[in-house]
């Protein structure tokens, strides 16, 4: 059968219960996923040649590391070609892109340092996304907006407010809005003598970094929140209800990370909550493994309970969704591509629902049939709506392009030592 007859009989069979599986795919194919760049280089960047520092951690050596610009926009031009669709890429400071012999601190980066970034991003009709680098840097050894040294926050202060006007540079060079996400690594490993003045210096440095003037229709400023790190067990200056709140009265968005929360609380749960008191959220798609809140996203069931919570809510235009994984043990661009198409088949999943049905048997109380039904819908032929959107969006369906990868690996990234 070819892709388009298996297209036909799913898309009866979706008929069947009320599900317009066109309509469906007409909503998939314009929700942009802003795709990290940090898995293809262990989140190195390349300002700097220091270790990764900030209680985030990458395992594995598995050959073919990016460690050059040229290699990882190589490295990252492969991974979109086998994701269906347009999307966003998403940069930190650290992948500024400085010329010959030139040493720019992070305080003093400017637009110019990332027009090959831009450049990338028009010839391919993307968008970008940007994060401030608040650790593997010399001054971010303990705490960065929330030091107790007046020096080292006002460096990265300064490095906020240079992010926000790359931000800016980015929406206006694209046409399009650039959500900026601020996450800083401040905590401690043992119990400490003062929660609170780290938070307040944290707070008001971020209010000193929004104090300057920007344009709010192109730059998305957000905050992430965090449960711990590794080496900063015991507190987090940004946890999630200072994050909240922070982001809450200062009309910015708040930032989920699936990865940082406690392990039995889950990111969908919180998600219609926060969509009824804010306009906009963003998320870190990611999968937290026991102490790692960043290994490659799967098709499981909480990404798709998330992108259930998303679809259902009406909320596509309201959640700037972005994935955040680093795994160093596979090859790197496999993981690209299987966490964000993961993604997208979750949003599949979810505008497959008939969601309308579902609520009213949960409204009327038929608990029975409300099981029975969405355990049905799980065994439906979702695969075959799947690589017909695949082929018809511009990329290979399952099971064609891991070859492309394969190849790459042996030409190209296994070479790279
Ligand atoms: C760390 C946060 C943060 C980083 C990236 C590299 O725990 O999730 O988003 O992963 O900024
Ligand atoms: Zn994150």
Redesign the pocket.
Known sequence: MTTQERYAYAKERYAQIGVDTDKALETLKRIPIAIHCWQGDDVVGFDQDGPLTGGIQTTGNYPGRARTPEELMADMDVALKQIPGKHKINLHASYAIFGDGEAVDRDSIEPKHFKKWVDFAKERGLGIDFNPTFFSHPKAASYTLSSPDEEIRQFWIRHGQACIRISQYFAEELGQPCVMNI?IPDGMKDVPADRLGPRKRFADSLDQILSIPYDKTKVYVCL?SKVFGIGLESYTVGSSEFCINYAATRGILSLM?NG?YHPTEVVSDKIPSMLLFSDKIAL?V?RGVRWDSDHVVLLDDETKEIMKEIVRNDAVDRVFIAT?YFDASINRVSAWVVGVRNVQKALLYALLQPAEQLKALQDSQNFTELMVRQEELKLYPMGDVWDYFCESNGAPADCKWFDTIRKYEDEVLSKRN
């Open positions: 996450w992430e990370d940082h870190h990611t955040d």
